[in-house]
């Protein structure tokens, strides 16, 4: 199986300040029709989760631009430009190439 | 709207089984792949398995093989999860969550609002 690993689990960020969250995979993710899939989502206390991006960095319909999806291979990183007091919560990467895996998740609190 | 609406909070003895559903509206529901995903109490996600809708063909992951089952009836556009002999370390909330292939594998676009399980004696 896949283990995807994410850094750091938890992060206080400045309102307006960016961050950035990084998720590695056990092996690539590259599958055989040549497309990468990864994705992040957020969750907010007591909600399921929301798909922000998928494939890398297609950011998903009403998801604000100010996230961003980076990476290839094995590793990948989720940026928020300015953060906002509604992007509390935690963060998810998942990987769909080889059956499905989640990363453990990181917590974004505001300082 | 498109939504995913399951069945409610259930409490459970150990050892026995538990069944939740999760039905698709405001799409067709036999175009898109179901996947089941498990949060327990404070921790991360879980995934669980699929079932394609159309064909009934279900896809579980490894450390549940043998307890779990996925169905689905087409008719009432609802699908299933079954999980038997339950114990504590299944006590979690369950979500069903559409995945949308013409995105992208993992594309896990809607999400129900989890039915939580609770299993105790």
């Known amino acids: 199986d896949i283990v995807m690993t994410q850094t750091p689990l938890s992060s206080r960020v400045t309102l307006g300040q960016p961050a950035s969250i990084s998720c590695r995979s056990s092996?690539?993710?590259?599958?055989?029709?040549?497309?990468?899939?990864l994705s992040w989502f957020h969750q907010r206390p007591g909600q399921p989760p929301r798909l922000l991006i998928y494939?890398?960095?297609y950011r998903f319909s009403g998801v604000p631009d100010r996230f961003s999806g980076s990476g290839a291979g094995t590793d990948f990183t989720l940026r928020i430009s300015s953060v906002e007091a509604e992007d509390v919560g935690v963060y998810y990467c998942?990987?769909?190439?080889?059956?499905?895996?989640f990363g453990q998740g990181t917590k974004l609190e505001i300082k | 709207q498109v939504q995913l609406v399951q069945t409610g909070a259930e409490v459970k003895n150990p050892g026995a089984s538990v069944k939740v559903s999760c039905k698709g509206s405001?799409?067709?529901?036999?175009?898109?792949?179901i996947h089941w995903v498990r949060q327990a109490p404070g921790q991360g996600l879980e995934w669980m398995g699929w079932?394609?809708?159309?064909?009934?063909?279900?896809h579980y992951a490894q450390n549940l093989q043998g307890r779990v089952t996925m169905t689905r009836d087409t008719s009432i556009s609802t699908a299933y999860m079954e999980l038997s002999r339950l114990t504590s370390d299944d006590s979690a909330v369950y979500y069903c969550?559409?995945?949308?292939?013409?995105?992208?594998?993992?594309?896990?676009?809607?999400w129900g609002q989890g039915t939580m399980v609770t299993v105790s004696s």
């Open positions: 092996q690539s993710l590259v599958h055989t029709d040549g497309n990468t899939y």
């Open positions: 998942m990987q769909g190439s080889q059956w499905e895996t």
């Open positions: 969550t559409r995945e949308d292939l013409f995105l992208g594998q993992g594309a896990f676009d809607i």
């Open positions: 079932i394609k809708p159309k064909s009934g063909e279900p």
């Open positions: 405001g799409y067709n529901f036999t175009g898109y792949l």
């Open positions: 494939k890398i960095s």
